[in-house]
């Protein structure tokens, strides 16, 4: 989520959520870094029937002033009709306080099927001593054919089921052959943060065999 082991203030921001049908919204958290960026951390989930991109666009507002924008897109690229994704906005030089900000969403049609056949050999958590919540595993390549830049992305919620944390790296090694197996390791970059997790959820991503150029929104 960030590169240190800093702990956020975490800010209790009046916000709007403008979204379309096919997207749902389901949760999200706003952060203040001890650097002085504003961390804004949310899920999605797809509820159409086509394979979508997502792009979400923030402002953050005191009063009618707009006081900073930012935008992203999902850790998951294309997303697959029922998938969750969680999505990170990063503001900077953000001018003065805000009391509240919004959120819009926007999506296109992707004609492309990501590869999933992933599966997980082995999965643990724990607590290191430094008090991160940490989730390591194995998983393996079970498809028919080699993939290459495999990303494990894991989302952290608190005890309402609302999105805490999240973190994404690559596996070891990052391409897996046909069979192969493949380590991973995911970390919540804060203790506070870390002492709020209940539950997680782990995907895994590649973007092999896809071509992302063209999308159009």
């Not at 690559?170 to 943060?193: A, M, Q």
């Not at 870390?194 to 065999?209: E, I």
Request: charged share 25%; aromatic share 12%.
């Amino acid at each position: 989520m960030w590169f240190d082991n800093s702990d956020p203030q975490l800010l209790d921001s009046s916000y709007e959520i403008i979204s379309v049908p096919e997207i749902e919204v389901i949760s999200h958290r706003i952060y203040q870094h001890p650097s002085g960026l504003i961390y804004l951390i949310g899920e999605i989930k797809n509820k159409s029937e086509y394979n979508i991109n997502v792009e979400i666009n923030a402002y953050l507002f005191m009063e009618d002033r707009v006081k900073g924008f930012g935008w992203g897109l999902t850790l998951i690229p294309v997303i697959v009709p029922e998938q969750k994704t969680p999505f990170r906005i990063i503001f900077h030089d953000v001018k003065g306080y805000f009391d509240r900000y919004s959120l819009k969403t926007k999506f296109g049609i992707i004609k492309q099927d990501p590869f999933r056949e992933f599966k997980i050999l082995e999965q643990n958590d724990y607590k290191n001593d430094a008090g991160n919540f940490i989730v390591e595993g194995k998983i393996k390549n079970i498809g028919i054919r080699d993939i290459s830049t495999v990303k494990a992305i894991g989302t952290f919620y608190e005890k309402n089921g609302s999105i805490i944390a999240f973190d994404i790296k690559s596996i070891n090694p990052e391409c897996l052959k046909v069979d192969e197996e493949g380590e991973f390791r995911l970390i919540v970059p804060s203790k506070l943060l870390s002492d709020m997790v209940k539950c997680y959820r782990l995907d895994f991503w590649t973007p092999t065999g896809l071509n992302l150029v063209s999308i159009k929104w």
